[in-house]
T-cell receptor, first 116, second 112 residues
C-alpha cells in the first residue's frame, strides 16, 4: 500500500461548490503539506502543519482551508470553488526528526481537480 | 523572500550523454538540498539529497553542492529517454522550521 494516499484522485465540480480533498499517510510523519501545481508555475504551497495543533498558511492560502484531524490525516477544503482553482493538488509529508533525512518531503499521487 | 532558481528548459541532450541541471538559492543559511524528478501528471519523487559541500554519487546521478557560491547541481550520466522529466530543486533552512522551498523545475528531454 502507498505510504501517502489522496482521495479523490480526480474530481470535476462546478463553480460555487464546496470540495474537500483528503490526505492520509502511514509513514508516521509529523509534518504534512498541501501544494497546488499549475503548468509553468511549479509547486505552490497552500498550507502546512508541523503537528496536529499547528496550522500555517503558505503562499497561496486564499480560498482554501485545512483541517488536521489526526497526525495521519490532513484535509484541504475549497469552500466555494472557482475555475482558477483548477489544478493538480499534492499532499506531502516529512519527518522533523529523521536525522539526515529530516524535512525530506514525500508526495502523494495527486488529485486532479477541475472546476467548471 | 527565500528563492530557488532553475532554468526552465527544456534541456535537450542525446541519449548516452551527460545531462547537467543547475540550481541557485538565495538563503545563505540553507542546510539541506534535494533533487526531485517529476514525470508529467505524476507526483515528485526524491532522487537525491545532499548536505555537505562536494559531490554525492548514487548510480548514474551525482549531486554537487557549493555553499559558498550558493549553487547545487545534478548530473545524470548515460542519459536515457526514461530520464525525460522535470527536475525540481528544493532547499531547506538550517533551523528546519520552515517548509522546503522548491524551484520551478527544469524540463529535461533525452533524445534517442
Amino acid at each position: 500500500d502507498a505510504d501517502v494516499t489522496q482521495t479523490p484522485r480526480n474530481r470535476i465540480t462546478k463553480t460555487g461548490k464546496r470540495i474537500m480533498l483528503e490526505c492520509s499517510q502511514t509513514k508516521g510523519h509529523d509534518r504534512m503539506y498541501w501544494y497546488r501545481q499549475d503548468p509553468g508555475l511549479g509547486l505552490r504551497l497552500i498550507y502546512y502543519s508541523f503537528d496536529v495543533k499547528d496550522i500555517n498558511k503558505g503562499e497561496i492560502s486564499d480560498g482554501y482551508s485545512v483541517s488536521r484531524q489526526a497526525q495521519a490525516k490532513f484535509s484541504l477544503s475549497l469552500e466555494s470553488a472557482i475555475p482558477n482553482q483548477t489544478a493538480l493538488y499534492f499532499c506531502a509529508t516529512s519527518d522533523r526528526y529523521s536525522g539526515g533525512l529530516a524535512d525530506t518531503q514525500y508526495f502523494g499521487p495527486g488529485t486532479r481537480l477541475t472546476v467548471l | 523572500q527565500k528563492e530557488v532558481e532553475q532554468n526552465s528548459g527544456p534541456l535537450s541532450v542525446p541519449e548516452g550523454a551527460i545531462a547537467s541541471l543547475n540550481c541557485t538559492y538565495s538563503d545563505r543559511v540553507s542546510q539541506s538540498f534535494f533533487w526531485y524528478r517529476q514525470y508529467s501528471g505524476k507526483s515528485p519523487e526524491l532522487i537525491m539529497s545532499i548536505y555537505s559541500n562536494g559531490d554525492k554519487e548514487d548510480g548514474r546521478f551525482t549531486a554537487q553542492l557549493n555553499k559558498a557560491s550558493q549553487y547545487v547541481s545534478l548530473l545524470i550520466r548515460d542519459s536515457q529517454p526514461s530520464d525525460s522529466a522535470t527536475y525540481l530543486c528544493a532547499v531547506s533552512t538550517r533551523s528546519g522550521n520552515t517548509p522546503l522551498v522548491f524551484g520551478k523545475g527544469t524540463r529535461l528531454s533525452v533524445i534517442a
